[in-house]
């Protein structure tokens, strides 16, 4: 099939099916994938690998969480902990009689009554058990059986973690004291290598580092692009509070389960879409059975919101209780939403690449919320804390003046929550929200925890009356944008970040685009994307066209780095983008251990092994794709402003895009990197723009 074709089969919404040049792949099939490992004695061992894409994933789980010892440790953990919120929730609730341990009847001439030790508000076991009603009995019968269920999982898990520790050490060569010093560009780099020598997987001679990404973010790649296309629904209007969204975890995993690996899902297995879904025929009944399926879910929800609704509450009270209290200032400060992790997302780029570019961006997104105020939120919060202030310097007062106030029934719970509301309203104050999209995606440690707490009572509702009148814009979505890659299956045509397919022509720096509008990804998200994924992995081919786009990114950055007079100290005697590329064979170092693990891309070092200008090489090396990053939002700024800029429509199957000017604001300050952090060299601040005014209107 010609380029041609493929891109009107695209347009018209019909599944394809990619072949590269140089393509050497078979037809997938469950029953070829198979792995090699060689024991201790050399000799080859043959295991069946019915899926690779869980594979490739518990390869990456078992690197980042520093090896098997630490993954089983975590999960008889977690098990322990969930054991404990119910069992010690039992106890609170029925075995403790709290007229003694508060004394209620202090008149009482009755020994029952009478507190003389902690243990004597106690009721014994056998009495506790048989006043437990019906209510809590169902409960504790529900929760041992999740309990069980979450048992053979780790057990399951235990067997196939341990097969993946066998794996690095005997084919990658590995040990499990060494992942702390090894990036996962080198874990990558030796997985393809091993593939050349025992042929991991046998319907593809060549692996490269995309086939690795589309396997371990397959899932991931399709709930990016269907956010970016404004797809699923997420946004909702509501009354007094205005435009909110609304993605907790537990819509969240609702989401992937209808879609990816629930019953009835899109998917035949891990990486094959049903061959329905690939036929537009089916589209109608396609979208009537997920519109059932969906219903019955909402009313599974609905049916289990109470019981996950207490179980929200007592994790949250346990998890928070303590550091709430010792720091009530802690629900003022900010996270990035769920909402937000997944909007600013690159394709292709995993979970410590996400996790290192966002933390970069914690402090220049906390300044730029800072820069505005709101005089309705500062009124009630001053107002608040005003009054709670008063009453709580009264009552230390007349604490200091005579203790026995603190005797007086609660006077000492009154005290706690006094001093609680005025540490929240202090925190609120400097940090007030005025751009509601920008809160949306950097929100309050309180707004999520009551977002999460809300969450069983409100995804039955947005499942049952929102999200089944949208089947049919998924159908299409599923047939329309995904292609089939050889050798590594089914996935969404945005994560093969092809500028010729899915580019904007305001992103694509002078190229061409043969895109239509409803292929094209918003806000710039594939060439973003492109540019990501081949500063991470500079050792990774691109296309043609993919090709020319990093060609003209490169000069600008170039050019822009020359007219601003800076050029990094450690990079100065060759070109930027080939001292990153020449990067992944270097050694790695002792000064980064215990952190480079989660290293973005390859190690950059330095050949005088001298610890200072290691860090600094490095460091120059991240802050190279944040510059690339600024300088494709720069150019997009430039050619917005042209007289012929013109902001396309989308298409009848999808709702308006965020506003242009949002992504361009926060993707900068989640690239950009403070000079005076990076650099000695005062002329960096020159090279990026200082003090802008948010372009929001």
């Given amino acids: 099939m010609s380029s041609h074709q493929q891109q009107s089969n695209l347009s018209h919404g019909e599944y394809e099916r990619v072949l590269s040049e140089d393509d050497d792949s078979v037809p997938l099939n469950h029953e070829d994938m198979i792995q090699i490992v060689s024991n201790e004695r050399g000799e080859g061992k043959r295991s069946h690998i019915t899926n690779l894409d869980e594979f490739f994933r518990r390869i990456y789980y078992f690197h980042q969480n520093h090896g098997f010892r630490c993954i089983l440790l975590r999960e008889i953990l977690e098990l322990a902990q969930f054991a404990f919120i119910v069992l010690f929730s039992l106890f609170l609730m029925e075995c403790v009689n709290y007229d003694i341990l508060f004394q209620n009847d202090r008149n009482s001439t009755s020994p029952w009554l009478k507190k003389e030790q902690f243990k004597d508000a106690f009721i014994p076991l056998d009495q506790c058990v048989k006043r437990f009603p019906s209510g809590i009995t169902v409960c504790a019968v529900i929760a041992l059986i999740f309990w069980l269920f979450r048992l053979?999982?780790?057990?399951?898990?235990?067997?196939?973690?341990?097969?993946?520790?066998?794996?690095?050490?005997?084919?990658?060569?590995?040990?499990?004291n060494d992942l702390s010093n090894v990036t996962w560009y080198d874990v990558m780099s030796q997985v393809i290598e091993t593939q050349h020598e025992e042929v991991l997987c046998v319907h593809k001679q060549n692996l490269n580092e995309l086939d690795i990404y589309q396997r371990t973010l397959r899932h991931k790649n399709y709930m990016i692009s269907m956010i970016n296309k404004c797809i699923l629904p997420v946004r909702f209007q509501l009354p007094l509070f205005g435009n909110v969204v609304f993605l907790t975890s537990g819509y969240r995993f609702n989401l992937d389960m209808l879609l990816f690996w629930g019953p009835g899902a899109v998917f035949e297995n891990s990486w094959q879409l049903k061959e329905a879904y690939k036929n537009a025929a089916n589209r109608s009944h396609l979208a009537k059975e997920m519109s059932r399926r969906i219903l019955l879910l909402g009313i599974a929800n609905l049916l289990l919101s109470p019981i996950i609704f207490m179980w929200q509450i007592l994790h949250s009270f346990f998890s928070y209780g303590e550091l709430i209290k010792r720091n009530p200032s802690v629900l003022g400060a900010r996270r990035w939403s769920n909402y937000g992790r997944v909007y600013l997302r690159h394709f292709n780029e995993?979970?410590?690449?996400?996790?290192?570019?966002?933390?970069?961006?914690?402090?220049?997104?906390?300044?730029?919320?800072?820069?505005?105020?709101?005089?309705?939120?500062?009124?009630?919060?001053?107002?608040?804390?005003?009054?709670?202030?008063?009453?709580?310097?009264?009552?230390?007062?007349?604490?200091?003046?005579?203790?026995?106030?603190?005797?007086?029934?609660?006077?000492?719970?009154?005290?706690?929550?006094?001093?609680?509301?005025?540490?929240?309203?202090?925190?609120?104050?400097?940090?007030?929200?005025?751009?509601?999209?920008?809160?949306?995606?950097?929100?309050?440690?309180?707004?999520?925890?009551?977002?999460?707490?809300?969450?069983?009572?409100?995804?039955?509702?947005?499942?049952?009356?929102?999200?089944?009148?949208?089947?049919?814009?998924?159908?299409?979505?599923?047939?329309?944008?995904?292609?089939?890659?050889?050798?590594?299956?089914?996935?969404?045509?945005?994560?093969?970040?092809?500028?010729?397919?899915?580019?904007?022509?305001?992103?694509?720096?002078?190229?061409?685009?043969?895109?239509?509008?409803?292929?094209?990804?918003?806000?710039?998200?594939?060439?973003?994307?492109?540019?990501?994924?081949?500063?991470?992995?500079?050792?990774?081919?691109?296309?043609?066209?993919?090709?020319?786009?990093?060609?003209?990114?490169?000069?600008?950055?170039?050019?822009?780095?020359?007219?601003?007079?800076?050029?990094?100290?450690?990079?100065?005697?060759?070109?930027?983008?080939?001292?990153?590329?020449?990067?992944?064979?270097?050694?790695?170092?002792?000064?980064f251990r215990?952190?480079?693990?989660?290293?973005?891309?390859?190690?950059?070092?330095?050949?005088?092994?001298?610890?200072?200008?290691?860090?600094?090489?490095?460091?120059?090396?991240?802050?190279?794709?944040?510059?690339?990053a600024v300088v494709l939002h720069m150019q997009h700024e430039l050619q917005a402003k042209q007289p012929n800029y013109s902001t396309f429509g989308s298409s009848h199957m999808l709702a308006p895009p965020p506003p242009r000017s949002l992504e361009r604001e926060l993707t900068s300050f989640n690239d950009l990197v403070?000079?005076?952090?990076?650099?000695?060299d005062d002329s960096a601040a020159s090279f990026l723009p200082k003090q802008r005014k948010p372009p929001f209107a």
């Fill in 594 to 628: 215990g952190g480079v693990n989660r290293c973005e891309g390859p190690l950059v070092t330095s050949s005088t092994g001298d610890t200072e200008t290691q860090q600094q090489v490095q460091t120059d090396a991240v802050n190279l794709m944040s510059r690339s």
């Fill in 674 to 680: 403070q000079p005076s952090e990076t650099s000695d």
């Fill in 152 to 176: 053979a999982r780790v057990v399951y898990h235990s067997i196939r973690h341990y097969e993946i520790k066998q794996f690095y050490s005997n084919a990658l060569k590995i040990e499990a």
């Fill in 350 to 591: 995993l979970d410590h690449e996400l996790d290192a570019r966002l933390s970069r961006g914690y402090k220049p997104a906390s300044s730029y919320m800072n820069c505005f105020s709101s005089p309705s939120v500062v009124i009630v919060a001053q107002s608040i804390g005003f009054f709670a202030g008063a009453i709580l310097i009264v009552l230390i007062c007349l604490t200091i003046y005579d203790e026995d106030v603190l005797n007086v029934q609660h006077v000492l719970s009154i005290m706690t929550l006094l001093g609680a509301t005025v540490g929240i309203c202090r925190s609120l104050i400097p940090d007030e929200q005025v751009r509601a999209e920008v809160a949306q995606l950097f929100q309050y440690k309180a707004v999520y925890i009551i977002e999460e707490l809300l969450s069983p009572l409100v995804t039955p509702l947005i499942l049952i009356f929102s999200l089944r009148y949208r089947t049919l814009e998924i159908v299409d979505f599923f047939r329309q944008f995904t292609c089939e890659v050889a050798g590594v299956g089914d996935v969404c045509s945005f994560a093969t970040m092809d500028v010729k397919k899915h580019g904007n022509p305001q992103w694509m720096m002078g190229e061409t685009t043969d895109a239509l509008r409803s292929a094209q990804a918003e806000n710039g998200k594939t060439e973003l994307s492109l540019l990501h994924f081949q500063s991470a992995n500079p050792s990774w081919k691109p296309t043609l066209e993919s090709e020319r786009f990093l060609s003209r990114v490169r000069e600008q950055v170039d050019e822009s780095m020359v007219a601003s007079g800076f050029l990094s100290r450690s990079l100065a005697s060759r070109g930027v983008f080939d001292s990153m590329a020449m990067s992944a064979t270097m050694p790695l170092s002792n000064v």
